[in-house]
C-alpha cells in the first residue's frame, strides 16, 4: 500500500477511464437541467437536451458510466452520440443518480426507476417527451442499469443500448483484484476515502471519486463496496441483479457494443448478453470492435460515429408504438411498477 498522498501515477488509470466518459458540450447541445424529487426525499439533477413542449418526441434516457462511484450527467452522452439521438428525433435526458459506496446498489436502482416514472409523467409537460416511446441506454455501469430496466422496470423500455456493459456481477472479475489496475501503485483505503465527496450525488466532473474505484478494483473489493454483498453466500440476493440471468422472449430489442481490448470490462460479458438475447430470440445488434478498450479508446473516430450513428438508428427504429419490439403495445403511464 501506498502511505500518504497517492502517488501521480495513481491516478492515471482512473483518470484516463473517467477522461473517456468526459465528453465537452457543444452550443448545439444546450442542455436545461430539471430535478426529480424522489421519494426518498433527496433530488435528482437530469440535464435535458432537445426538450421542446410544442409535440411529443421519443426519449432516451441517458446513464452516465462510473462504476457506480463516480460521474456525472453532466459527463454524457458523448457529443457525437447526442447529435446522432437528435437526428432521430429523440429527446435526451442524462440524469444522475446516487452513488456507491455511501448508498448500495438497490437504492441507485431506485433511483433510476423513480426517474423513469418521473420521465413517465412529468416529461410530456416539461420536455415533450412522448410516454409512449422511451428507451434507456447508457455507458459501462451505466448499461448495466440500463440493462437493468428490462425486466425490472414497468413499462418496460421500448429498446436499450448498451455501451461496454455488463450483465452478471457474480463474475469474478468484479470480486477479484483485477490485474489492470495493479499495474498502478496500489491506492491505500485512507487515501480512497478520502477521495469521495461529502455528499452520495456526484459532483460536476465526477473525477475526484474515481480513486476510490481504482482502490475497489485493485483489492477485488467492488461487489461489497457497492451491492453490501459477497461471494458466495450473497449469490441468491447477487442473481437479482444480473440482466444476464433474467433475458427472456419479452426483453426489449437490445443494441449491444464492446470492444475486444476491453481491460476493465471485459468483452465476454457482452458476449454472453449476446447469446442469451439471441436464444431467447430477441432483437438484437452487437458491435463486437476488434483492437477497441473501454470508452472506445483506440478506436479511430470514424468507426466511433459510425457505431454510434448505427445505436441511434437501432433506438427509433425500435421505440415506436406499432414498430417491431418486445411485448404488448405500449400503454399510457400509469405509474405502476
Known amino acids: 500500500m501506498v502511505a500518504g498522498p497517492p502517488h501521480a501515477a495513481a491516478r492515471r488509470l482512473p483518470l484516463r477511464l473517467a477522461r473517456s466518459l468526459v465528453t465537452p458540450h457543444r452550443s448545439s447541445l444546450d442542455r436545461t437541467t430539471f430535478v426529480c424529487r424522489a421519494s426518498a426525499g433527496h433530488s435528482i439533477d437530469v440535464d435535458v437536451i432537445g426538450g421542446d413542449t410544442a409535440s411529443l418526441r421519443p426519449c432516451a434516457l441517458w446513464i452516465h458510466g462510473g462504476g457506480l462511484i463516480f460521474g456525472s450527467r453532466t459527463m454524457s452522452p458523448r457529443p457525437f452520440l447526442a447529435e446522432a439521438l437528435l437526428d432521430q428525433g429523440f429527446v435526451i435526458?442524462?440524469?444522475?443518480?446516487?452513488?456507491?459506496?455511501?448508498?448500495?446498489?438497490?437504492?441507485?436502482?431506485?433511483?433510476?426507476?423513480?426517474l423513469?416514472?418521473?420521465?413517465?409523467?412529468?416529461?410530456p409537460s416539461l420536455f415533450g417527451a412522448d410516454p409512449r416511446r422511451i428507451c434507456?441506454?447508457?455507458?459501462?455501469?451505466?448499461?448495466y442499469l440500463a440493462l437493468l430496466s428490462g425486466y425490472k422496470f414497468s413499462p418496460k423500455p421500448r429498446a436499450i443500448a448498451s455501451f461496454w456493459g455488463f450483465g452478471d456481477i457474480t463474475a469474478l472479475w468484479e470480486a477479484e483484484p483485477s490485474a489492470h489496475y495493479r499495474r498502478a501503485p496500489l491506492v491505500s483505503r485512507a487515501d480512497a476515502l478520502a477521495s469521495l465527496s461529502l455528499t452520495a450525488m456526484p459532483t460536476a466532473s465526477g473525477e475526484d471519486r474515481s480513486l476510490f474505484y481504482l482502490h475497489c478494483r485493485q483489492q477485488g473489493t467492488w461487489l461489497r463496496e457497492v451491492t453490501g454483498h459477497e461471494l458466495p453466500e450473497g449469490l441468491p440476493w447477487l442473481l437479482q441483479y444480473c440482466p444476464a440471468h433474467h433475458i427472456g422472449p419479452e426483453f426489449p430489442p437490445t443494441f449491444l457494443v464492446h470492444g475486444r481490448s476491453?481491460?476493465?470490462?471485459?468483452?465476454?460479458?457482452?458476449d454472453n448478453l449476446a447469446c442469451a438475447l439471441r436464444k431467447s430470440g430477441v432483437i438484437h445488434d452487437y458491435r463486437s470492435l476488434q483492437d477497441v478498450e473501454h470508452g472506445f479508446a483506440g478506436a479511430s473516430v470514424d468507426l466511433v460515429q459510425a457505431t454510434e450513428r448505427a445505436a441511434a438508428e437501432f433506438l427509433r427504429s425500435h421505440i415506436e408504438v406499432d414498430g417491431a419490439g418486445s411485448g404488448a403495445e405500449a400503454a399510457p403511464y400509469g405509474g405502476s411498477d
Open 93 to 114: 435526458a442524462s440524469a444522475n443518480h446516487r452513488l456507491a459506496p455511501e448508498v448500495k446498489l438497490e437504492c441507485i436502482v431506485d433511483d433510476v426507476r423513480e
Open 136 to 143: 434507456i441506454a447508457g455507458a459501462s455501469a451505466g448499461a
Open 262 to 270: 476491453d481491460d476493465d470490462v471485459p468483452a465476454s460479458e457482452s
Open 116 to 123: 423513469w416514472h418521473w420521465i413517465h409523467g412529468s416529461g
